[in-house]
């Protein structure tokens, strides 16, 4: 059986330039914008980055962010938090959402 296939964190720097920059930033210490600063958020539960105002639907998901959640998650955000504010329609193409949680790996860590 063949393994998966990771992503491009250089292709994934480019999908978070263009469908998430505007209201994210990854470095740390980085501000909140719409949405909150995702440093350090692999391997830490939803709703739980300092000084942002979550849903109570994100703060109550009880989600730990790792590849396969993110990778779920990036695909219809709406879907899979029922009552989040992200107002972001997700990315369809499996390989986009691999390419952009490869540099958020490589960026929030």
């Not at 440093?39 to 300092?50: T, V």
């Not at 990778?71 to 009552?83: R, T, V």
Request: proline letters at 2%.
């Amino acid at each position: 059986m063949a393994k998966k296939k990771g992503g491009s964190e250089k292709k994934g720097a480019k999908v978070f330039k263009t469908k998430c920059s505007q209201c994210h930033t990854v470095e740390e210490g980085g501000a909140h914008k719409q949405g909150p600063n995702l440093y350090g958020f692999f391997g830490r539960q939803s709703g739980m980055a300092d000084g942002y105002s979550y849903s109570t639907a994100n703060k109550k998901s009880g989600i730990m962010w790792g590849e396969e959640t993110l990778f779920d998650y990036l695909e219809n955000p709406k879907k899979y938090i029922k009552g989040t504010k992200m107002v972001f329609a997700g990315i369809k193409k499996e390989k986009e959402r691999k390419d952009l949680i490869a540099y958020l790996k490589a960026s929030c860590s």
